[in-house]
Antibody, heavy 118, light 109 residues
């Protein structure tokens, strides 16, 4: 089955760190760029970060630049999001997504909740 | 950054009726790289339309995307009970600077 499975969410205090994982299965992980998108409670969708499959180039939204790091482990078909210096405004469900061709997000995980208390 | 504005914010219709959702971009979307997603409560979003008008795999033909440049529309021809959800548009022409609209809630009247 083609799927993405996130893990690693939780409750933590402002200033803390957390690493999210997204395990891919059922497709050729090496052929797709991957993304993280987040959704604050009751709010809309916001793009967070992307990693390109061809060269590993990484990209970040301004709101997380310098605090979050996206990486991928091709041997484990897994993408990670290391989140440091967390703030209350980072509280959200974090979704891992696959970037299809030519660029829409054609596969989504079920999401993992991150709650940052101030 | 391209800003997407969706209208209306909430649309109240009955099953069987036609729904028309709008998405306007602050500048032209490159190659009409505009997608629509559906999100039901407690679920992840699902891709409906990409490239402004191409249905994703498994999406029923009552969903139709149209438009170009800065003005895009999602039309649902005959609403089914399972279509009541929140719909988001997204541009990926300025990747990796992706942006989403704020969403339109389609509710049962």
């Amino acid at each position: 089955e083609v799927q993405l499975l996130e893990s690693g969410g939780g409750l933590l205090q402002s200033g803390g760190s957390l690493r999210l994982s997204c395990a891919a299965s059922g497709f050729d992980f090496n052929s797709y760029a991957m993304n993280w998108v987040r959704q604050a409670p009751g709010k809309g969708l916001k793009w967070v970060s992307a990693i390109r499959h061809s060269d590993g180039a990484t990209f970040y939204a301004d709101s997380v630049q310098g605090r979050f790091t996206i990486t991928r482990d091709t041997s484990r078909s897994t993408v990670y999001l290391q989140m440091n210096s967390l703030r209350a405004e980072d509280t959200a469900v974090y979704y891992c997504t696959r970037i299809g061709q030519p660029g829409a997000f054609d596969l989504w995980g079920q999401g993992t909740m991150v709650t940052v208390s101030s | 950054e391209i800003v997407l504005t969706q209208s209306p914010g909430t649309l109240s219709l009955s099953p069987g009726e036609r729904a028309t959702l709008s998405c306007r971009a602050s500048q032209s979307v490159h190659s009409n790289y505009l997608a629509w997603y559906q999100q039901k409560p407690g679920q992840a979003p699902r891709l409906l339309i990409h490239g402004a008008s191409s249905r994703a795999t498994g999406i029923p033909d009552r969903f139709r995307g149209s438009g170009s440049g800065t003005d895009f529309t999602l039309t649902i021809s005959r609403l089914e009970p399972e279509d009541f959800a929140v719909y988001y548009c997204q541009q990926y022409g300025s990747s990796p600077r992706y942006s989403f609209g704020q969403g339109t809630k389609l509710e049962i009247k």
